[in-house]
């Protein structure tokens, strides 16, 4: 049986990230849609920027984290100008997994929730074995 690697990260680490909508946010600048609003795509990115952040001050060097896996509901639609704020929180960590609990909300208002997946590699093998495939 293979032994778990041991990781820097415990659950419960959380973070925060926001985003004021602007043009280059909605559907129609990120090709997701046809309407002015903040593009699921944005909400995307804006949730992983959250989990990312919930790691970085405990990185191993030479590290990173890629995601894996998304789960995301998008539930509102933010128009130009309003401020949206994401909040990750690792809910479990197994081995080189790291599963987070996203949020995105609006106001007071959930815009997005989901879970989002990421693995911890190594930044260096990771590239080169990405440059091989291509």
Known sequence: MQEQPETPFVSGLTARVE??????????????????????????????????????????????TVGVRVELEHRTATPVGRTVVA?????????????????????DEVAAEGRIERML??????????SRAS
């Open 87 to 107: 909040r990750a929180r690792l809910a479990k960590v197994d081995g080189w997994r790291l599963l987070f609990e996203v949020t995105v909300t609006d106001g």
């Open 19 to 64: 985003l004021t909508v602007t043009d280059a946010d909605t559907a129609q600048a990120v090709g997701s849609g046809d309407v002015p609003v903040l593009g699921t795509p944005r909400v995307l990115a804006l949730a992983e920027a959250a989990t990312v952040a919930a790691t970085a001050t405990r990185m191993p060097p030479g590290s990173t």
């Open 121 to 130: 590699v190594d930044r260096q093998r990771f590239v080169e074995r990405a």
